[in-house]
């Protein structure tokens, strides 16, 4: 059971390049997440989606896409990348509510950097 | 909306010593969960203990245990017996139990780190 998968785990980008994170469940979850971690700040809520075909901004989502077509898969996009980007990015996924006692599992981070 | 907050941005123990993490947090709701995840240096989020606000029993695994007071607002962490793979960040985390939305997200607080000095 591989739980959540990201790719890449490493990145270093221009200014001004594009690129997607990828993220895979393999757990049936409704619920997926991206979550960016800042140095020595807690994680923040960038987009979710509580099903296929359905995404929602989070806190901080600008300069950020998403989309959700399968149950499996929530990929984010960085458009035009600033260095405000730097930071380590968690993709997660749950069940909704009481269904699973409310957990979160997370990915192993994607470390993006912005030269 | 709701808020987490973790008041010590660092602490040290010594090994086989006892140290508590403190955290508060506030809500309107009356149904949810607090979690306190462990950041080790490889990164990975790993849920340490769980608290459904409807239990009163404060929650325990092996050497962790939670010091929940719901009328507070208060989920303090106590590690017992600390040990050197105890030394992470550690993350105190609100989710609310409504269905729907937004409301699952979880909302973390900045984050303790926790040295263990042997």
């Known amino acids: 059971n591989a739980g959540v998968t990201q790719t890449p785990k490493f990145r270093i980008l221009k200014i001004g390049q594009s690129m997607t994170l990828q993220c895979t469940q393999d757990?049936?979850?409704?619920?997926m997440y991206w979550y960016r971690q800042d140095p020595g700040m807690g994680l923040k809520l960038i987009y979710y989606?509580?099903?296929?075909?359905?995404?929602d901004k989070g806190e901080v989502p600008n300069g950020y896409n998403v989309s959700r077509s399968t149950t499996e898969d929530f990929p984010l996009r960085l458009e035009l990348a600033a260095p405000s980007q730097t930071s380590v990015y968690f993709c997660?996924?749950?069940?909704?509510?009481?269904?699973?006692?409310?957990?979160?599992?997370f990915g192993e981070g994607s470390r993006l950097t912005v030269l | 909306a709701q808020t987490v907050t973790q008041s010590q941005p660092e602490m040290s123990v010594q090994e086989a010593e006892t140290v508590t993490l403190s955290c508060t947090y506030d809500?309107?709701?009356?149904?949810?969960?607090l979690f306190w995840y462990k950041q080790p240096p490889s990164r990975q989020m790993i849920l340490v203990i769980r608290?459904?606000?409807?239990?009163?029993q404060n929650a325990t695994e092996n050497r962790f245990s939670v010091n929940f007071q719901k009328a507070a607002k208060s989920f303090s962490l106590k590690i017992s017996d600390s040990q050197l793979g105890d030394a992470a960040m550690y993350f105190c985390?609100?989710?609310?139990?409504?269905?729907?939305?937004?409301?699952?997200?979880?909302?973390f607080g900045t984050g303790t780190l926790l040295a263990v000095q042997p």
């Open positions: 997660a996924s749950s069940y909704p509510g009481q269904g699973a006692a409310g957990e979160l599992f």
């Open positions: 757990m049936n979850h409704n619920y």
């Open positions: 989606s509580v099903g296929a075909g359905i995404t």
């Open positions: 809500t309107s709701e009356s149904d949810y969960y």
């Open positions: 608290q459904e606000a409807y239990k009163q």
């Open positions: 985390a609100y989710r609310s139990a409504l269905y729907g939305g937004a409301t699952n997200k979880l909302i």
